[in-house]
């Protein structure tokens, strides 16, 4: 091994242990790691130029701006509480709801966004029935985790997939996640009402005030939710046939976005760009550049390399292995470096005469985002979260997460190891 | 502690207090339509800051609202109706 791959390993050691530690911001630490790597001559500022991936960043973008914009209209409220209706106002079937609408959120949106929409709706419903909100932030949490997991859009490890792997298209993760993520979503969320069930009782006079909420008036700007709903409907039958028109899934994205701002007018400008977590893209940029040290100095080689010398090479083996320990590893690592770090070696595998790479993508896509529902620090929705529960009063503590969300997330992989040896392996 | 006396226009809106829980419940009916936006304008204050359970605000049909406010945002929603000419006046007395 050549000096400057140990010192590229040491560089990637060192950021990764201050990312997990969360003593400084990842995205500092990320991006200290990146200029690391250019600054001590392990990779040219060309070469890292090339090896940030603006697919990922301009997909993250694209779908910020577009949700910046819908979130002043009020439509999520209005789904939340038309949803709450429509079950009756009864809280077990909130909860199961309100789940669901979690998970397509999810699905289509960033999972933190999706439950920065979702928390203050459901605060205000629980407020209003006066019932515990910790189960349903609880459910919120895993549904926005499993709802991610569905498409190449949901949660940034699928991104970073859809983005690095050609044939891992937008069709391509609805064809093999999406079925098998609702299957598990509807098993986590039955569980967790079973669970829950006896906190999840009400007054049928509070009910009765609940179902007289009028939904309609929380849309504020109704011309604004039309041209919103015009963007977010281009933008997602941009995604079904992207594919088939041979643009990149970020094309489609920005598209969306652009189309929302022409339609709205410079008005939104400036709010919309000052909603874009400018950090989370900043980390992304980090990331690749310092993964980017391992690859020219050869070491992802070495661990792909070593680890078909651990399975033999074997698609079964080795696609479960990555199944579990990249579950694992996200219930208590940031899933986003470890994808990061995970998608050269596969790629690499590859070319060491692993034939069918397909089951390995999924397992890492699969163990990657679920993973991150066994710890309260396993994804940033569940830190986000406990955050926001914690400052309101309502404690969410590792310990009360991890006694109901770790087994719940090994179920999980245990339901996608059958799965993935079903469909793919025999 | 002290007390707080507030006065409205009777003739544009109605507007109730009751103990609920821990938190203060207010029954707001508008008569007036165009009361509509500044009430609006109460709720986005203090959506925009980053408390979320500081107040709830609930729209019911024909002009009615209620708002469960939190005991320690008492005081701020009252100043925040009077802002937007919802209340005549306030005394803490």
Known sequence: MSTQAIIAIGVFLVTYAFI??????????????????????????????????????GLLTGMMIIVA?????????????????????????????LGLITALGSAFLDNVTTVLLMVPVTFSITRQLRVNPIPFLITEIIASNIGG???????????????????????????????????????????????????????SELKATLMDLDEKEEITDKTLLIKSLIALTVTILGF???????????????????????LTGEGYLDKAFSKVEWTTIFFFIGLFVLV??????????????????????????????????????????????????????????????????????????????????????????????AGLAAKEGHSITFGKFLLIAFPLMILSIIICTIYIYLRYLI | MMKVVYKYDANLLELKETANGDDIEFSIILFNSELKK????????????????????????????????????????????????????????
Request: hydrophobic letters at 50%; glycine letters at 8%; aromatic letters at 10%.
């Open chain 1, 20 to 57: 997990v530690t969360e003593k400084i911001h990842r995205t500092i630490i990320a991006m200290t790691g990146g200029i690391m790597m250019v600054l001590l001559g392990i990779v040219g500022q060309e070469k890292a130029l090339h090896h940030i991936d603006f697919n990922t960043l």
């Open chain 1, 69 to 97: 914009i819908t979130a002043e209209t009020g439509l999520f409220k209005y789904i939340a509480i038309w949803a709450a209706k429509k079950v009756n106002g009864d809280p077990l079937r909130i909860l199961l709801v």
């Open chain 1, 149 to 203: 997991t569905s498409t190449l859009i949901g949660d940034p490890p699928n991104i970073m997939l859809g983005s690095a792997v050609k044939e891992l298209t937008f069709m391509a993760f609805i064809n093999n996640l999406t079925a098998i993520s609702f299957f598990i979503l509807f098993v986590n969320i039955g569980i967790l009402a079973f669970i829950y069930r006896k906190q999840l009782r009400t007054s």
């Open chain 1, 240 to 262: 079904f046939l992207h594919q088939l028109l041979h643009i990149e899934s970020a094309t489609v994205a920005l598209t969306g976005a652009f189309l929302l701002l022409l």
């Open chain 1, 292 to 385: 980017s040290g391992l690859i020219e100095t050869g070491v992802i080689s070495l661990l792909a390399d070593y680890s078909v010398h651990l399975t033999g090479g074997d698609v079964a083996s080795t696609s479960i292995l990555i199944l579990w320990v990249s579950a694992i590893a996200s219930a208590f690592i940031d899933n986003i470096p470890f994808v990061a770090t995970m998608i050269p070696m596969i790629k690499d595998m590859g070319e060491l005469g692993v034939n069918n790479l397909e089951p390995l993508w999924w397992s890492l896509s699969l163990g990657a985002c679920l993973g991150g529902n066994g710890t309260l620090i396993g994804a940033s929705a569940n830190v986000i979260v």
């Open chain 2, 38 to 93: 500044s009430l609006k304008k109460v709720r986005e204050f203090f959506e925009d800051n980053k408390v979320i359970t500081d107040i709830h605000y609930y729209i019911h049909p024909n002009n009615r609202y209620q708002v469960i406010v939190r005991e320690d945002f008492y005081n701020e929603f009252l100043i925040q109706l009077f802002r937007q000419q919802l209340l005549k006046e306030i005394e803490w007395i």
